[in-house]
């Protein structure tokens, strides 16, 4: 079986894969990073979003092979070197941006996306970024509210808590 | 300074770190040394005999370690129904057989057929492909009237019919009833449906078996609300195992919904499957395996009649509700258009005369069963959407009509079999209408009316009966369990405590509110103390997380074991202080004499207790570590008022959500943020239902809505901010905390302001509509604008 080779969160990962084998059960499975999480079958859902090459992509929409060279970063490597929360994270938390924590990891690497991208977005463009991404448990209340927070915006005069 | 931990404050949530740095360990992140993977062999028909199955071909694929029919199930019972329903007329309701892999017949599309254990996930699904079946097809039985007709071809052959039961609540005296209606001054009549739902937690079912032959031990890591309950119904029924000899663990859960609630076939399979490969056993759902296994929700079709008199009380309502239990019983299904439903028909009102009438019925569908709500959402939606529609008709404005119906003393009896121990509505609708700005929605609809489009404000109150349950009366209703809570308070020599908890927690944050509980107790830091949940080998027989039910009923075992633990530690302190048991109190973590300045710390008096040396060894023993299962008196009753207001685009009918508001009276709250965040959840869900959701068959059984390109889950710019406000609380009665339960709220609350804002919308431009099922998607609107 052919051979992929990556970077994921600045450390060399390799392993045999079958062709059809997709990205993000290489992250899991072979690459042992489980807080890429699978939630869907269509790629609908975004619990599976990942960083390659900076780019945010849902890691069941690319075959681990095309990703071979490739620097990928994952929810793992997102906390500050001294094992802290980053802003984004520690938003999520001080807003209390997730309950059962499985759209999570998706939902922090594609605010860490939309921020790079667009550093003061507004309530409806985060609304309009977060559309590949499903949360069953929040309402996105608190996550569009934590984005927000985590964007250096105030958010204390949004909707009564 | 304001007061920093315990009961009442919004801590921040401990689980939230392993969330957010990808450590949480979810079952599919489990993987044992050895283990293989199965892969199953799902009916692709609604419904077929099958003739044969020939895995001759499969078998020799690499990497394939046994394949698995019905066959090798027989003699092996299946998956068990949890609470019998009796009919009308005394009879136990119809109870077909629900194998593990199908026996001779397919009922719904996903119903499993033949399962293939490989060594790699790949290659049980290559294997999976070569398995050749012959069925012959059957007619599919997808409508609910229909499949009541005399001549409807039967789900089950050995079954009289398609009827599982008949059942009646309320005055069952048809003609009080009648009489009732033909004193009325008026009467309105709405039929509608409650779509069919998927519940959809973000991660779909996964089963691991292990078994270990050298101790016989079983292992199964299953994605479950509620693991004892597992572990019985699988071992009693089904599998036929010593309790004491498997471990049914769930880890960090990935929402449930009530879907995770139940007692599955890929669970006994796993188990089965890892003992007769010696090896242990990997399932993981895909998400469109989800759809066809995950048993669904809601699925009512009724028609109810509410009568006035002349001075707009209401006099008498009249329900008939065809529900719809798919093809098998799933664990609580019955319990669902019944208990959880017909007791809820009185809603916030003092009604006098209430009929209940319920058929449950029969399809080659998925199985139906407890979605966030479970029969309280279709009970409010009927009961909200009918008050509405004869507000309209009266010209009454809908506040006042409800207000003029409330319920305004307690305890009251309800004509539908529950006891409601306390309430204001009329404290939650007046929260509610300072925060939805009652008066300002003229200007904000002349506002919108000015941009071309349609503005609506809906109303609506909504109870239910939460804290599940008092065990003697559910036992009398027909469970076949008891659902009690348990919870034993470790304490550590050195003060630290370990609580291990019946109930789950997969999303609730339980790891963070019930430590606040204990902590507020004793008076020392929630950092000493740890929650330990979802391993029925650490745990006390506990009945899980749904219903609403986790700080009403496990919390308080946990407030009683927590006593047990302090009377305890009184005495020991007692005895180091030379003092009497009677004179000790206990503030801010240290025991005191009262009426001296003596004083020794929680963590003197629990070394003692490790360490005896120093001891009354004669009157009690060493440790400190107490158990208290905890058995309510009574359901809570959380209830509340929510309004919605709907812009409706008038050239395409899209309806989009201005604002949402909710006031609900949880009672006493131990974590407000959290409770914040469960009614925006709920809210999210019940917004889903109302504009977007719906699972939907085909005549021939096929799902039209089988993933997520075709189901539509909310997405963030779906929804609105909400504003949430619990600020109205009448503590519950019969709890040692005064909690009420706050998990399914804003799923039984919002579809009907929803609705209500559309119908709104739509009257004030003169459209001639007063009522449109959901979900209320731009062809239904634009359609209803049309007619």
């Not at chain 1, 069953?136 to 204390?156: D, F, M, P, W």
């Not at chain 2, 059957?138 to 050995?158: F, G, Q, R, S, Y």
Request: glycine share 8%; aromatic share 6%.
């Amino acid at each position: 079986m052919p051979k992929v080779n990556i970077t994921v969160n600045n450390n060399p990962a390799t392993g045999e894969v079958e062709g059809r084998t997709l990205l993000s059960t290489f992250l899991r499975d072979i690459v042992g990073l489980t807080g890429t999480h699978i939630g869907c079958d269509t790629s609908q859902c975004g619990a599976c979003v990942v960083h390659v090459n900076g780019d945010a992509i849902k890691a069941c929409t690319m075959f681990a092979l095309e990703a071979d060279g490739a620097t990928v970063d994952t929810i793992e490597g997102q906390a500050n070197a001294d094992g802290s929360l980053n802003v984004i994270q520690q938003a999520f938390q001080d807003h209390h941006a997730l309950q059962c924590g499985f759209c999570t990891p998706g939902m922090v690497m594609s605010a860490s996306a939309l921020l790079k991208e667009n550093p003061s977005p507004s309530e409806a463009e985060v609304r309009k970024y977060l559309e590949g991404n499903l949360c069953r448990c929040t309402g996105y209340h608190n996550i569009v509210k934590a984005i927000l927070a985590a964007s250096g915006q105030e958010v204390s005069a949004v909707a009564a808590e | 300074m304001p007061k920093d931990f315990g009961i009442g404050v919004s801590q921040k949530r401990r689980e939230d770190v392993r969330f957010l740095k990808g450590a949480g360990n979810y079952t599919d992140d489990i993987n044992v040394v050895g283990q293989a993977f199965v892969h199953f062999l799902r009916s692709e028909v609604a419904h077929a005999t099958i003739n044969s199955i020939d895995t001759s071909a499969a078998s020799n694929m690499p990497g394939v370690v046994r394949i698995f029919t019905g066959a090798d199930f027989e003699g092996v019972g299946g998956l068990p129904c949890g609470w019998q329903v009796t009919d009308r007329n005394n009879e136990p309701m119809q109870e077909p057989p629900h194998p593990i892999l199908a026996q001779g017949k397919v009922r719904h599309v996903g119903d499993p057929i033949a399962a293939v254990v490989a060594d790699t996930y790949e290659q049980a699904r290559d294997a999976v492909e070569a398995i050749k079946i012959d069925l012959d097809e059957l007619p599919a039985v997808i409508d609910m009237a229909d499949a009541l007709t005399e001549n409807a071809v039967k789900v089950h052959d050995e079954l009289k019919s398609n009827l599982c039961y008949d059942w009646v609540l309320g005055e069952t005296d048809n003609e009080k009833v009648q009489a009732a209606f033909d004193n009325a001054e008026h009467i309105t009549t709405l039929e509608l449906t409650n779509q069919r739902l998927v519940a959809n937690p973000m991660e779909p079912r996964v089963a691991v078996g292990d078994y270990n032959q050298a101790t016989e031990e079983h292992t199964l890591f299953t994605t479950s609300q509620n693991p004892h309950v597992i572990r019985l119904l699988m071992c009693a029924f089904v599998l036929g195992l010593p309790e004491h000899k498997v471990r049914v663990v769930a880890p960090d859960v990935g929402g449930g919904f009530g879907t995770k609630i139940f007692h599955y076939a890929e669970e006994a399979f796993c188990t089965f499957a890892a003992k007769a490969c010696n090896r242990p056993v990997k399932w993981t759902s895909s998400r469109s395996e989800s759809f066809v296994t995950d048993a669904q929700g809601r699925d009512h079709v009724t028609k109810i009649e509410l009568a006035l008199d002349s001075e707009n009380n209401f006099t008498a309502i009249r329900t008939n509700t065809l529900a719809n239990l798919g093809a098998y019983l799933s664990t609580f299904s019955s319990s669902v258009p019944t208990w959880l439903h017909g007791t809820l028909m009185a809603g916030n009102y003092k009604t006098p005369v209430i009929q209940v009438n319920v058929k449950a019925v029969f399809t080659t569908t998925v199985p139906v069963d407890a979605y966030r709500g479970a029969g309280r959402p279709e009970a409010t939606f009927q009961l909200e959407r009918v008050i509405d529609k004869v507000a309209r008709e009266l010209k009454l404005d809908p506040v006042a009509l409800r207000r003029q119906n409330f319920i305004t003393e307690f305890p009251y009896d309800t004509p539908v079999a529950l006891t409601y121990d306390t309430g204001d509505y009329n404290g939650t609708m007046n929260k509610l209408e300072a925060a939805a700005d009652f008066d300002g929605f003229a200007q904000r609809r002349s506002d919108t009316e000015a941009n071309g489009k349609l503005r609506g404000l809906g109303v609506n109150c909504y109870i239910e009966a939460c804290g599940i349950a008092p065990s003697n009366i559910v036992g009398m209703l027909g469970a076949r369990a008891g659902l009690y809570d348990a919870a034993t308070v470790r304490v550590n020599a050195t003060g630290s405590i370990s609580v291990m908890v019946g109930a789950h927690s997969h999303g609730q944050g339980h790891e963070t509110v019930f430590p606040q509980v204990v902590a507020e107790m004793i008076g020392i830091d929630e950092s000493q103390i740890e929650i330990v949940h979802g391993d029925s080998s650490k745990i006390p027989f506990g009945m899980g997380t749904y219903g609403s039910r986790s700080i009403a009923v496990c919390g308080s075992a946990m407030v009683r074991a927590t006593e047990k633990v302090i009377n305890k530690a009184k005495k020991i302190a007692a005895h180091l202080m030379e003092a009497s048991d009677a004179d000790i109190e206990l503030k801010d973590g240290q025991f005191s004499v009262a009426g001296t300045d003596k004083s020794v710390a929680w963590g003197e008096v629990t070394l003692a207790a490790y360490v005896p040396h120093n001891f009354p060894l004669q009157d009690i023993e060493p440790g400190l570590e107490e158990t208290a299962f905890y058995d309510p008196a009574n359901f809570t009753f959380p209830a509340g008022a929510y309004a919605c207001e709907v812009e409706i685009d008038p050239d395409t009918g899209q309806v989009s959500i201005e604002r949402f508001c909710a006031a609900d009276d949880f009672g006493n709250i131990v974590n407000p943020m959290i409770v914040d965040g469960q009614v925006h959840g709920g809210i999210g869900q019940g917004i889903g239902q109302a504009l977007l959701e719906s699972c939907s068959y085909d005549k021939d059984g096929q799902l039209l809505s089988g993933s997520y390109m075709d189901y539509a889950m909310p997405r963030a710019d779906d929804v609105p901010f909400y504003a949430v406000d619990h600020s109205s609380q009448t503590p519950c009665t019969h709890n040692p905390l005064g909690v009420k339960g706050c998990g399914e709220a804003g799923a039984i609350g919002s579809p009907p302001a929803v609705v209500n804002a559309v119908i709104d919308a739509l009257q004030s431009a003169g459209h001639d509509v007063d009522h449109i099922d959901m979900p209320v998607s731009p062809s239904r609107v634009w359609a209803a604008m049309q007619s």
